[in-house]
Antibody
Framework: QVHLVQSGAEVKRPGASVRVSCKAS????????IHWVRQAPGQGLEWMGW????????KSSQIFQDRLTITTDTSAATVYMELTSLRSEDTSIYYC????????????????WGQGALVIVSS | QSVLTQPPSLSGAPGQRVTISCTGS?????????VHWFQQLPGTAPKLLIY???RRPSGVPDRFSGSKSDTSASLAITGLQADDEGDYYC????????????FGTGTKLTVL
């Protein structure tokens, strides 16, 4: 059974950085890219970026410019999302989600999600 | 800034059928990209309901069905149940925006 378990809630000051982890289990970790999606309070879903865990390649939404870094530790089956220069508008629940792949084909969506990590940015 | 538009809210009585629309454009749904649907119950992570526009993941009841045509897609829910109440999002791929994976604006479904 696929499980994605994320780190806990964080409170950060504006200008600080936050790092959220996502530990995977129940499948071959290197076969499935991991995405990050966030949801501001009472708002919709926003795709942030993804990492191809197999080779470490990443792609991020241009909205985050150089503030977003996604990395992986394959030995720990864990993906990390770091967001820098935090502002109040970054207050959100941050989700990791597994890319849906069937027979190596990506459907361009997400089949398993972590429980979410609340990040509050406040002075 | 969502590029897929959904009705903000919808309601239905238990047992009824409801349909949630998702309107896109020529750079996403109209370009032939699949549409996917998520259910988000209060306080929980989104759950994949429909992928590939009309396929159901294992465990999703056949009360949920998806369709796609031109630049729009729909999620139909039949035999509405109280625990269907929540938020529903469509999602697709877009070849023109800064973030290629795009979500709909979301629809809050209320079961009367």
């Amino acid at each position: 059974q696929v499980h994605l378990v994320q780190s806990g809630a964080e409170v950060k000051r504006p200008g600080a950085s936050v790092r959220v982890s996502c530990k995977a289990s129940g499948y071959t970790f290197t076969n499935f890219p991991i995405h990050w999606v966030r949801q501001a309070p009472g708002q919709g879903l926003e795709w942030m970026g993804w990492i191809n865990v197999g080779d470490g390649n990443t792609k991020s939404s241009q909205i985050f410019q150089d503030r977003l870094t996604i990395t992986t530790d394959t030995s720990a089956a864990t993906v990390y999302m770091e967001l820098t220069s935090l502002r109040s508008e970054d207050t959100s629940i941050y989700y990791c989600a597994r890319d849906l792949r069937v027979g190596g084909y990506s459907y361009g969506t997400f089949d398993s999600w972590g429980q979410g990590a609340l990040v509050i940015v406040s002075s | 800034q969502s590029v897929l538009t959904q009705p903000p809210s919808l309601s239905g009585a238990p047992g009824q059928r409801v349909t949630i629309s998702c309107t896109g454009s020529s750079s996403n749904i109209g370009a032939g990209y699949d549409v996917h649907w998520f259910q988000q119950l209060p306080g929980t992570a989104p759950k994949l309901l429909i992928y590939g526009s009309r396929r159901r993941p294992s465990g999703v009841p056949d009360r949920f069905s998806g369709s796609k045509s031109d630049t729009s897609a729909s999620l139909a829910i039949t035999g509405l149940q109280a625990d269907d109440e929540g938020d529903y999002y469509c999602q697709s791929y877009d070849n023109s925006v800064s973030a290629p994976y795009v979500f709909g604006t979301g629809t809050k479904l209320t079961v009367l």
